[in-house]
């Protein structure tokens, strides 16, 4: 009695449908799923945001270059 079953559940999105009509459901999600995105934009932060400029080595990877010593001079 207390789940429905999956005529139930046509029955119930047949109705919606001819309330509706099919465009206006369409609008709907189209407004649904930007608001969605919008929120994950908001919820990011700033650090995530921003390009990372340095990509870490992955386990096992060489990587190829040359080691100079840093001189300073004074003046």
């Known amino acids: 009695m207390g789940s429905f079953s999956i005529w139930h559940w046509l029955i119930v999105l047949l109705v919606v449908v001819l309330i509706f009509g099919t465009k206006k459901l369409r609008n709907l999600g ?31 990877q060489t990587i190829e270059g040359e080691a100079r010593k840093e001189t300073t001079t004074r003046t």
């Open 30 to 60: 189209t407004d649904l799923g930007g608001a969605v995105k919008g929120f994950k934009d908001g919820m990011k932060t700033e650090e995530d945001k921003s390009p990372k400029s340095e990509i870490p080595p992955s386990a096992g």
